[in-house]
């Protein structure tokens, strides 16, 4: 045995410290003091998100939803046993808007803005948001935040809570215009809480397989994007300070486990969001529901907000353009309004439109939209379009075949139907025009006009549907 031997051992040994002291270097993490129950975390969650839901675009879309909850459940299932609560039930649902964001609410399901997924560079950064937020919740920081703050009874908290996320936010939304941020009360957190959301989300990644540092690169991602979206989730989540720095250097301490292997689910989401009609912002979708919801008559309060037919101005003879995105372009009567819903865009004058038993509706204007179209021709795609529309509007009569009508330059087709309308009793002339894109979908305008001023409107439709310009 050589004299060197016993040395090398031991500096083996002192490596080996070294790598033991290295892993054990990730940050232990205590949820804070809070002396509310879970199960009051589940409560206020619930107030806050019906509210949530009714106020804005929420996708009832499985390809989206299935694919944000297939990253949720993957993360939820390595929050450390010290942070999970039965009591807490995650589901994770998209939101029809285009700006990068995403909250949480306990016991409830996490909003996802679409813009955030079309947005990031790949799923790990829309992960690195996800758990950023789950964080938050398994923390319980809404409620450890009151505990520290006052001595508010639950229901109070509830109204300060709901009030700050809809009563604050959406009243300054409506009448002066600004970004708002939902959320708010679960998401201004202290810089301390953040930095422990950022850490406890990158163990969570690191468990389930994704790369932490993408926390790090989608923070990045953030600060890149400008615009409106950019500061509204960072002044919800106030960088504690070095937090692109302290994220690496943490992701750096922690093993990744092994990921199951990608099934490309990021980007098919992607490029089935990229055929649907472009999210409109936070701050037109908020304003296009609000207008909607205003009672024009009946009981103010009820949850319907039914048309006015009545006082609906005829159509102005002055257009505006409207630019959809990356799909299409298109004028309309400048009274109408431009109200954007999750695949389609309905421009419709005051008075118009509203909805009804939770459906939206209109009496007169048109829904322009694109739909997917398997694979079919345009005929029985759009006999399938018309099927569908029948389901839900069942006195609308059946096409006698259809009539050949290009749109935008592509071969389209045009029918011309009658419906008894669900709000006024009265009967009413829809116009159904589609086009086949060249990606395949179907590009579809729905017109529609009371039949005593179908003379008046035929015209209109047919001008804003020769406006259109597809844009590939
Ligand atoms: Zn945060």
Redesign the pocket.
């Known amino acids: 045995m050589s004299a060197g031997q016993p040395r090398i051992i031991a500096g083996l040994a002192a490596f080996l410290a070294v790598s033991v002291v290295l892993c054990l270097a990730q940050t232990q993490i205590v949820a804070p003091k809070n002396k509310y129950t879970p199960a009051d975390d589940v409560k206020l969650g619930q107030q806050a998100a019906r509210q949530v839901e009714q106020q804005l675009p929420i996708m009832n879309d499985p390809q989206v939803n299935d694919y944000l909850n297939r990253i949720g459940q993957r993360l939820v299932e390595n929050i450390p046993p010290e942070f999970q609560h039965p009591e807490f039930h995650y589901t994770f649902t998209g939101v029809n808007v285009r700006e990068i964001n995403a909250f949480a609410l306990p016991g409830v399901p996490m909003f996802i803005n679409r813009g955030m997924i079309e947005k990031a560079h790949n799923e790990g950064e829309v992960a690195g948001v996800m758990s950023?937020e789950l964080s938050?919740v398994a923390l319980r920081h809404g409620t450890a935040q009151q505990t520290k703050a006052t001595p508010y009874e639950v229901g109070q908290t509830a109204g300060k809570i709901i009030g700050s996320i809809l009563g604050g936010g959406l009243g300054a939304v409506i009448s002066t215009g600004s970004q708002v941020g939902f959320g708010t009360a679960f998401?201004h957190?202290s810089r301390e809480y953040?930095k422990q959301?950022d850490l406890l989300g990158t163990h969570i990644m690191a468990s389930a397989g994704y790369d932490p540092h993408d926390m790090a690169n989608v923070f990045r991602t953030i600060q890149q994007q400008g615009g409106s979206g950019a500061p509204q989730w960072l002044s919800?989540?106030p960088d504690p300070g070095n937090r692109v720095e302290y994220i690496d250097q943490e992701a750096q301490m922690l093993a990744v486990a092994p990921s199951p292997p990608d099934n490309g689910g990021f980007q098919t989401v992607r490029a089935y969001l990229a055929r649907l009609a472009p999210a409109p912002s936070t701050e037109e979708a908020t304003k296009s529901r609000n207008a909607g919801r205003t009672p024009t008559r009946g009981t103010p309060g009820t949850p319907d907000s039914r048309p006015n037919p009545a006082n609906v101005p005829l159509p102005d003879s002055r257009l505006t353009t409207y630019d959809e995105g990356s799909l299409f372009r298109v004028s309309v009567p400048s009274n109408w309004r431009e109200l954007p819903g999750t695949n389609s865009v309905t421009f419709a004058p005051d008075g118009a439109y509203g909805t009804i038993r939770g459906s939206s509706v209109f009496t007169h204007g048109m829904e322009i939209g694109v739909s997917r179209n398997e694979s079919h021709d345009l005929k029985t795609a759009t006999d399938e379009l018309i099927q569908a529309i029948r389901q839900s509007n069942q006195r609308l009569s059946a096409p006698n075949g259809y009539e050949r009508a290009p749109v935008g330059g592509r071969d389209g087709l045009h029918a011309v139907l009658t419906n008894v309308s669900d709000v006024t009793g009265a009967s009413e002339v829809i116009e159904v025009y589609t086009a086949q894109l060249s990606d395949g979908s179907m590009f579809y305008a729905l017109a529609v006009a009371p039949r005593d001023l179908y003379g008046a409107y035929s015209r209109v439709f047919t001008n804003v549907v020769g406006s259109i310009q597809f844009a590939r």
Do not use: Q, R, S
Request: glycine letters at 0%.
């Open positions: 950023h938050h998401l957190y953040e959301a919800d989540h």
